[in-house]
C-alpha cells in the first residue's frame, strides 16, 4: 500500500512538470480542485465513520480532501494532455527567448550553463503573452515576426504546444 501511495504521489509530482507547454489551464484546475475535494470529502468522511478520536476523523478527512485535490488534478492534466487532438501548426507571434540557469548550491558567478529556454509568444485569440519551458535553444525568428508551433488542443479544451 504504501509503495501505491508513494506512486501516486511521485505521478502527481510529473504530471506538474508537464503544466510547463500548456497554454491557459486555470479553468480544468479550478474544475479539477472543487471535483478533488468533494470526492475526497466523501472518502474520508467514509473512512473517518470507523473512529472513535476526533483527532483521527479530521486527519483521515484531511487527507481525503488533499490527496483527493492532488489526484484530481493530475488525472485532469493525464487525460487533457493523452486525449489530446493531433497537433496542428498555429501561427504565433514570437517575442523572445530566455535562457534560465538553475544551481543546488546558488549561483556560481557566470560558471552556470544554461539548463532550458523559455520562450515567449502571443497567440492570435489571446491577449496575453504565453511562455513554453526547452531544454534547447529553439530557431526562432526577430522579435515581433511570426512563427509557427504545433499545438494540440487536449480533452478539456486545454491547448498543448508540443516541442520535444
Request: avoid cysteine; proline fraction near 3%.
Amino acid at each position: 500500500m504504501a509503495v501505491l501511495l508513494i506512486g501516486l504521489i511521485a505521478w502527481s509530482g510529473y504530471e506538474i512538470t508537464t503544466w510547463q507547454n500548456v497554454l491557459g489551464n486555470g479553468r480544468m484546475l479550478l474544475w479539477a480542485s472543487v471535483l478533488g475535494a468533494a470526492a475526497g470529502l466523501l472518502v474520508g468522511n467514509i473512512l473517518a465513520r470507523g473512529y472513535d478520536d476526533q483527532v483521527d476523523q479530521i486527519r483521515l478527512r484531511a487527507l481525503g480532501l488533499f490527496g483527493g485535490i492532488i489526484l484530481f488534478i493530475a488525472g485532469a492534466s493525464f487525460l487533457n494532455r493523452t486525449f489530446a487532438d493531433e497537433e496542428r501548426p498555429v501561427t504565433v507571434t514570437f517575442v523572445g527567448q530566455k535562457m534560465y540557469g538553475a544551481s543546488r548550491f546558488g549561483m556560481t558567478g557566470d560558471s552556470i550553463k544554461a539548463d532550458g529556454y523559455y520562450l515567449y509568444f502571443k497567440v492570435p485569440e489571446r491577449d496575453d503573452t504565453s511562455r513554453i519551458r526547452l531544454e534547447y535553444a529553439y530557431p526562432t525568428p526577430a522579435a515581433g515576426e511570426q512563427m509557427e508551433l504545433p499545438i494540440r488542443e487536449g480533452l478539456f479544451g486545454v491547448e498543448l504546444v508540443d516541442l520535444k
